[in-house]
């Protein structure tokens, strides 16, 4: 059995994994991660773009499919902004903003809106001019506090000085969440990229939905989809993780296929249409 499964090519497994998706493409979702999906991952994330190529399909896929959108853990405005494309949903900071196609105003979680003030003061006050020394870059999400060490000249001191942030955020009520060289301080509220498409899907006539991403906080997104899938709501779904060498080995363990890197997700576009 070993044997057979070593002939089949990458590119056919994904092509029957995604098939569910491609042969009822109006009543399908396709929902993607933005950065170290779409976007390769930048030392500074204000330099994240998506390649022309991807954007391309994107649009393509965009014509084609009964939902398209994008899963950020950035602002869902600042999400567009990204990609470029204002006909398709984008859902910011982690499920706690929807931003339906050509809406100007986001739609925000009423219980997640509430601590935003109480964020950027705690964010105001650890943020030092120590931690601006050693290049630990604060980012203001609204509800949701991000502080960022790639790049820093000494990684693991900001890491270090990060860690205390995350001690004193916890200290006062707040939940944090670790990714990629980048510490979050969030509502203690229930906030994830699965509730957020579940938002998304609510009322709408897909019955599939495909959603890549290559994060830990993607996990939330494959459980969420799977637990619409439970519950009855999709028929189908398929969950695609994105390697790289600071991607979570959970990830591909929770996945029903996984593509290489950014290209490896322009491949999968490009097989979707």
């Known amino acids: 059995m070993r044997a057979i499964l070593d002939t089949v090519s990458p590119a056919a497994m994904l092509v029957e994994a995604l098939e569910p998706i491609r042969s009822d493409p109006p009543h399908s979702a396709v929902l993607l991660d933005i950065d170290g999906t779409l976007a390769p991952i930048v030392r500074h ?9 991807t954007r391309s399909l994107l649009i393509e896929i965009s014509r084609r499919y009964g939902v398209v959108g994008c899963v950020s853990g950035r602002r869902a405005s600042t999400a567009r902004q990204i990609v470029a494309i204002g006909t ?16 100007t105003t986001p739609e925000v979680d009423p219980a997640v809106a509430e601590w935003t003030a109480r964020v950027r003061d705690f964010a105001a006050h650890v943020y030092t001019s120590e931690l601006q020394r050693i290049r630990v870059r604060s980012e203001d999400k609204d509800a949701i506090a991000a502080f960022h060490w790639r790049g820093a000249p000494d990684e693991q001191a900001a890491a270090k000085a990060v860690e205390e942030i995350a001690r004193q955020a916890q200290e006062q009520g707040f939940v944090v969440h ?19 498409i579940a938002a998304l899907l609510r009322g709408s006539p897909v019955t599939a939905a495909v959603y890549v991403g290559d994060d830990t906080t ?15 709501t999709l028929d189908h779904a398929v969950c695609v993780a ?18 290489d890197g950014t290209d490896g997700v322009r491949g999968l576009l490009e097989a979707l249409l």
């Not at 990629?180 to 509220?189: D, F, N, S, Y």
Request: charge should be negative.
């Open 45 to 53: 994330a204000t330099d994240a773009h998506v390649p022309e190529a």
């Open 242 to 259: 994105v390697s790289s060498d600071e991607a979570p080995p959970e990830l591909a363990q929770e996945a029903d296929v996984t593509v």
């Open 218 to 232: 993607d996990l939330d997104a494959f459980r969420g989809l799977r637990s619409l899938k439970q519950a009855g």
């Open 178 to 196: 670790w990714g990629r060289k980048v510490l979050e301080v969030r509502p203690p509220v229930a906030l994830d990229k699965g509730l957020g």
């Open 88 to 103: 398709i949903a984008y859902i910011g900071n982690h499920g706690g903003e929807l931003l339906r196609p050509r809406a």
